[in-house]
């Protein structure tokens, strides 16, 4: 586990961690490959740890993990 210098952002990756995948990705559970391929490019377009900064670098990382995860469960069907 990383130590965070934030709390706050431990405290969010734990949470999105134990959330159902099509929350992580912000889609209903009815939604569609392509609106989860959609919700899934613009997250890790936002989140992407190349485009951020020194200090957020290692959370990016971290938040992508957990959005690919959640991606390849929901498409793919393998278990996070």
């Not at 210098?5 to 889609?27: C, K, T, Y």
């Not at 490019?41 to 959370?59: A, G, Q, V």
């Not at 938040?63 to 393998?78: D, F």
Request: hydrophobic share 35%.
């Amino acid at each position: 586990m990383i130590k965070w210098l934030n709390i706050s952002h431990a405290l969010r990756l734990d949470e999105l961690r134990n959330q159902m995948p099509h929350e992580v990705l912000g889609v209903s559970e009815e939604a569609t490959i392509d609106q989860i391929k959609t919700a899934f490019r613009e997250l890790i377009k936002k989140y992407h740890p190349d485009l951020s900064t020194d200090f957020m670098r290692l959370y990016y990382q971290e938040y992508s993990k957990i959005l690919n995860s959640a991606y390849r469960e929901l498409v793919c069907g393998k278990p996070r």
